[in-house]
């Protein structure tokens, strides 16, 4: 009947596709085509958080068994992100909010210079679209590093959102949970293991 059992998305009233939608996705096409011919190269920007109230459903248990996981209230752990299409990952990690100038900050750092056209994919997220962030699109366009605004609602056009759902229910160990401290090492491990220990096949 051409279903399958998997997660429904949440949403607010009222959300659903931009007017735009079709043409951007149809632009970030072309990019993604000539990232692969090496004219340009392709990132994908996006934040996250993670506590010690675990995010994993799921998971091979004994018939009749129910294992536990250790969850208790905890401040956020906030990893700002730039993952590249062919599995490169750039993190930043805080206990602090990402606010948009650290987001700016952090695009001045990781794209000082560039060998070739460089394109950030980021979606509406108001750290993206503060004074601080538009405000620096202009230098940074005179250095060939540039922004591409995703349409609203649009989390399925943003690669880097397949990483923290990896992340978040497959790759994070349940130990992770037991101490902020734990938590805060299996978040990095996974971080420095991108690419080699944790991949993900971007077909």
Same mark, same amino acid.
């Given at each position: 009947?051409?279903?399958?059992?998997?997660?429904?998305? %949440?949403?607010?009233?009222?959300?659903?596709?931009?007017?735009?939608?079709?043409?951007?996705?149809?632009?970030?096409? #072309?990019?993604?085509?000539?990232?692969?011919?090496?004219?340009?190269?392709?990132?994908? +920007?996006?934040?996250a958080?993670?506590?010690?109230?675990?995010? !994993?459903?799921?998971?091979?248990?004994?018939?009749g068994q129910?294992?536990?996981?250790?969850?208790? %209230?905890?401040?956020? +752990?906030?990893?700002?992100?730039?993952? #590249?299409?062919?599995?490169?990952?750039? $993190?930043?990690?805080?206990?602090? $909010?990402?606010?948009?100038?650290?987001?700016?900050?952090? +695009?001045?750092?990781? /794209?000082?210079?560039?060998?070739?056209?460089?394109?950030?994919?980021?979606?509406?997220?108001?750290? #993206? *679209?503060? *004074?601080?962030?538009?405000?620096?699109?202009?230098?940074?366009?005179?250095?060939?590093?540039?922004?591409?605004?995703?349409? $609203?609602?649009?989390?399925?056009?943003?690669?880097?959102?397949?990483?923290? *759902?990896?992340?978040?229910?497959?790759?994070?160990?349940?130990?992770?949970?037991?101490?902020?401290?734990?938590? !805060?090492?299996?978040?990095?491990?996974?971080?420095?293991? /991108?690419?080699?220990?944790?991949?993900?096949?971007?077909?």
């Open positions: 009947m051409h279903m399958s059992w998997h997660r429904f998305r %949440r949403s607010l009233p009222g959300q659903g596709q931009s007017p735009d939608y079709a043409k951007k996705r149809y632009a970030l096409e #072309h990019l993604k085509q000539l990232n692969q011919a090496g004219v340009i190269d392709l990132y994908y +920007l996006d934040e958080g993670f506590s010690l109230e675990p995010k !994993v459903p799921y998971g091979w248990q004994e018939i129910y294992e536990p996981i250790a969850s208790q %209230r905890s401040q956020q +752990l906030n990893v700002l992100g730039f993952m #590249h299409r062919a599995g490169r990952l750039e $993190s930043y990690v805080s206990e602090q $909010s990402i606010t948009g100038a650290v987001v700016a900050h952090c +695009l001045d750092t990781y /794209f000082a210079t560039v060998a070739i056209p460089t394109v950030i994919v980021a979606d509406q997220a108001p750290v #993206h *679209r503060c *004074r601080a962030v538009q405000d620096k699109r202009a230098e940074w366009a005179a250095r060939d590093v540039y922004l591409f605004d995703l349409p $609203s609602y649009s989390p399925e056009l943003n690669l880097i959102e397949i990483l923290w *759902r990896f992340m978040k229910y497959q790759w994070i160990e349940f130990s992770a949970y037991e101490s902020w401290q734990a938590l !805060v090492y299996g978040v990095e491990k996974i971080l420095k293991g /991108f690419g080699k220990e944790f991949v993900i096949n971007f077909a």
